[in-house]
């Protein structure tokens, strides 16, 4: 099947062309395909689709040769994802390689000598099959996906035949068929990325907790609510007949087999032609594995949170501060000028302080403290939402003793500085 992707699932790992991912990461990678990143793409496809009618017209191979220099600038830019340096691999090079060599070389002759008669071909053919068996080296080899060892080599024998007979009706069928993939791929790119955006945005965001099940029902609510499915879905009505598919067409069957890290499992195998498939496959199964993608408010990247905390910032290098990371710069910087304004925002910052001066003093580890803090975060993100927690409620429910105590973390010396003020109300 041409252009077929053929990926394994396993647990929470997703597997393709033998490289294993933790199931989200490819999604949150392409997510951070931006819009402005993604225009000079689309630009570039419209001018291939332009030179593509033209050469049809003309069948004048310098078209062909440009059109095929605009394909692979389009591969290189595409390749900047992780995605698409497996599904677009070396041989889509040698490919390119060829198209250029015999475009470049047959725009030297004569027009009516671009595209041989069938008695030329068959001449050429005969030819180039002669000289390749008596070197012994003749093998029914696939044009356009040589193995590595071919392309090793460098003279498989589909290639040979191909700069031999030039650039023939039937090559440039198969290249056209390259060329609507790209397009596929690009209108995948845009269906894809422009609904799963909105449900992180609108439903996931907005969730009170993070789990595989409250991450399905909100899933359900958003294919299944019309006013929402209308809106936030990518239809082929609003973007140009751009469709995010709610089901997909592939072959799945079970298979053991053997891992890349030499385990063994049986997996779920997938075959299909859809980029579009493979997304869903790797978004669908994180969701699933407790597994989130958020939206960094500080540099705006989307990151994979492998736990169910509120995380507000990636782990990425900050754009105002390169020397931290955003969330280092975030839980400093940012929540400082926040607690000027926000009193729960206040009380947050200072229990903060009162974990990582526990830490200093060797009462809790660093792991403890991480996850102390990250407790105290998902609470402050409640409270926050919440209109109806006080502030004093708030700071209670961040002391130390009981945040300790819900996160099953036990000091290992009593804590050192004065002791709390008594408050109005609290017994003796």
């Not at 900047?80 to 725009?107: H, K, N, P």
């Not at 891992?259 to 997996?267: M, Q």
Request: glycine share 6%; net charge negative.
């Amino acid at each position: 099947m041409e252009g077929s992707i053929i990926f394994y699932t396993y647990g929470s790992t997703l597997e393709l062309y033998g490289q294993q991912f933790t199931a989200g990461m490819l999604t949150a990678d392409l997510l951070n395909l931006s819009p402005d990143e993604y225009q000079p793409m689309d630009k570039r496809m419209k001018l291939i689709t332009s030179l593509m009618e033209e050469y049809e017209q003309s069948e004048d191979t310098a078209l062909w040769w440009k059109l095929n220099e605009d394909l692979t600038a389009l591969c290189e830019a595409l390749r900047c994802y992780t995605v698409f340096r497996l599904l677009l691999d070396e041989s889509e090079d040698a490919f390119f390689s060829v198209i250029r060599e015999i475009t470049g070389q047959f725009d030297l002759l004569p027009k009516e000598e671009h595209v041989p008669s069938e008695e030329v071909q068959r001449k050429r053919l005969e030819r180039v099959a002669n000289e390749i068996s008596e070197r012994g080296e003749y093998a029914p080899l696939d044009l356009f996906h040589p193995s590595e060892a071919d392309l090793e080599r460098g003279d498989a024998f589909y290639y040979e035949m191909l700069r031999a007979i030039g650039p023939t009706r039937d090559t440039w069928r198969y290249y056209k068929k390259r060329i609507r993939r790209y397009e596929t791929y690009l209108h995948d790119i845009r269906a894809f990325n422009g609904t799963i955006r909105n449900f992180i945005q609108f439903s996931l965001s907005k969730l009170k907790h993070n789990s595989p099940e409250d991450y399905a029902a909100a899933l359900y609510g958003f294919y299944n609510d019309e006013r929402i499915a209308e809106k936030l879905i990518i239809n082929p009505i609003r973007n140009s007949g751009d469709c995010y598919r709610t089901h997909d067409d592939y072959a799945l069957s079970y298979v053991p087999r053997q891992l890349p890290d030499g385990s063994a499992a049986i997996c779920q195998e997938h075959v299909t032609d859809s980029l579009q498939a493979l997304m869903k496959a790797d978004y669908m199964l994180a969701l699933n594995s407790g597994h989130n993608i958020r939206r960094c408010i500080i540099c705006g990247r989307y990151f994979l949170l492998k736990s169910g905390v509120h995380a507000l910032y990636c782990e990425g290098e900050c754009p105002y501060a390169p020397s931290y990371t955003c969330r280092q710069f975030g839980t400093v910087e940012v929540q400082k000028e926040l607690a000027k304004d926000i009193p729960k925002v206040k009380a947050k910052v200072t229990a903060f302080s009162r974990i990582t001066k526990d830490m200093q003093r060797g009462a809790i580890s660093q792991e403890d403290a991480r996850k102390a803090k990250d407790y105290v975060r998902d609470l402050l993100y409640d409270a926050l939402r919440d209109v109806d927690t006080s502030v004093d409620a708030f700071e209670q429910s961040i002391f130390s003793e009981r945040v300790y105590q819900n996160c099953g973390i036990t000091r290992t010396a009593n804590p050192r500085g004065r002791p709390p003020k008594a408050r109005a109300g609290d017994g003796p």
